[in-house]
């Protein structure tokens, strides 16, 4: 199967090694002038010692100044401001580097899939650590790895009382980024709980149709309702099925992958999704994993369960002893009989074995 909702690759833009210091090109134009920093000072009205400074680099070339060297030189102001804002980026970017070959940054830039994110086109392949953690800080859209850590370590996921979670931060915080990212791409209508809550029965009966109908479906009836529903291809290292998460307070993404191939684990985990999204804190992220004890992923379960098999005839499954039957009572609720195969095994009604020709298999594309 092919995903609609990978993001297209994003090129790196280009950075340059160095910048031309102010002074040295005051110096060249003066030169070209035949004057003196002596005459400088005279016209500009600055003294010889800071047109010195300025000249060798150790005095800001302010706006003043370049007001000033605009009327004696002829050369506009905008110029040497602009000079003077690119050579300083530059120096505090080397100054950055520096600072990024500690060992605690290069420990934490390791937890980071990079080979990953190249393969994908999410970055650029180096093999200097320095440019490498600079393309993975705008990746994840902060200025350092503190900043990283700051946020990773609110208690706001529900996911860390998961055994899956340990020693997988970076690996769980790279897809929901891609997740986060195709998800803003994605125009959708204000969020309107109402209509989530409708369009889910219709998405419900969607369940049953091949993955070239159900994908552009449920993900169009979601932007109707306020939520960016995205397709991200899962990754080595976080054993992720869904993800919830509000964007802004009037636009939710729900994050999916294809973990475990078959469509009663997709299924589940969209609705499990869907119900952290209509019952739960828009301040928090959601991200399900294997495992989890929070009351707020039981509560989800719960909702995902009902929503798909309603408790009314529920009581009925254990009733069901082949094919035919699961098959009939599929055809009857209106829902993929693969889902109703998941229920049984998961309720222990029937072995992990038993019946998973029902299930509909789920696989990536070849471009995808």
């Not at 060249?28 to 800071?50: N, P, Y």
């Not at 937890?111 to 994908?120: F, V, Y």
Request: charged share 25%.
């Amino acid at each position: 199967m092919t995903s609609k909702f990978e993001m297209p690759r994003k090129r790196v833009a280009y950075l340059p090694n160095d910048a031309v210091p102010p002074g040295r090109t005051l110096q060249e134009t003066i030169d070209k002038l035949g004057m003196d920093q002596r005459e400088l000072a005279e016209r500009t009205g600055l003294s010889v010692k800071h047109v010195n400074q300025v000249i060798k680099g150790v005095a800001t070339l302010t706006p003043d100044t370049a007001i000033r060297l605009e009327r004696v030189t002829g050369v506009e102001a905008e110029y040497w401001n602009n000079l003077e804002a690119e050579y300083q980026t530059h120096q505090m970017r080397a100054a950055q580097r520096s600072q990024s070959q500690t060992p605690s940054v290069l420990a934490w830039l390791k937890t980071i899939p990079t080979k990953e994110l190249i393969h994908r086109g999410r970055i650029a392949d180096s093999k200097e650590p320095a440019e490498l953690l600079e393309q993975v800080l705008r990746f994840f859209g902060v200025a350092s790895v503190e900043a990283w850590k700051a946020g990773w370590d609110k208690p706001q996921f529900a996911f860390r009382k998961s055994p899956a979670f340990e020693g997988q931060k970076g690996a769980m915080a790279t897809w929901l980024r891609l997740c986060e990212l195709a998800a803003t791409q994605l125009e959708c209508k204000p969020f309107n709980k109402k209509r989530f809550q409708a369009i889910l029965k219709q998405i419900r009966s969607l369940t049953v149709e091949e993955p070239d109908v159900f994908l552009p479906a449920m993900a169009s009836l979601c932007r109707e309702a306020g939520v960016a529903a995205v397709l991200v291809r899962e990754i080595k290292g976080a054993p992720v099925s869904g993800a919830a998460k509000w964007l802004s307070p009037r636009k939710a993404m729900i994050g999916l992958t294809l973990r475990g191939g078959r469509d009663d684990r997709f299924w589940f985990s969209f609705f499990h999704e869907a119900g952290h999204l209509l019952h739960d804190s828009k301040k928090e992220t959601y991200i399900d994993v294997d495992a989890v004890e929070d009351p707020r992923e039981q509560r989800a379960n719960q909702f995902a369960a009902n929503f798909l098999i309603p408790p009314a005839r529920a009581g009925e499954l254990a009733e069901l002893k082949t094919e035919t039957e699961v098959l009939a009572f599929a055809r009857q609720q209106g829902i993929a009989p693969g889902i109703i195969v998941g229920r049984l095994q998961h309720d222990g009604t029937i072995p992990y074995s038993q019946w998973n020709g029902l299930k509909k298999e789920l696989k990536w594309g070849d471009e995808a």
